[in-house]
């Protein structure tokens, strides 16, 4: 198993209007994006669908409780774009 973590220079918007770093690791050849700060950690939907092979992402989030699931802004190249999050209860 192979896992490297880098820190991107992207950071999103939380609900309180604070902002946080996007970081990303690799396992097992999968990129995977997360957010947030040490008491909430989000992951990226799709990036946890895309290293478990699941093809819809939200259809795989339909399973989830809404306290697991939740959309953020992302500030990417300096655009807001929403992305579907998941908890750590909801990984």
Known sequence: MSLQMT???DTFTTRY???S???VFNFESHD???VGT???LLWIA???CNALAIS???QALERL???EKLIRTLHVSGQGRETLCINESGL
């Open 65 to 67: 409780d809404d306290d």
């Open 7 to 9: 820190v991107v220079y």
């Open 56 to 58: 819809d992402t939200s």
């Open 17 to 19: 209007g604070t902002r």
């Open 46 to 48: 799709s990036d946890i």
């Open 38 to 40: 040490a008491e909430v």
């Open 21 to 23: 770093n996007l970081s």
């Open 32 to 34: 995977i994006r997360f």
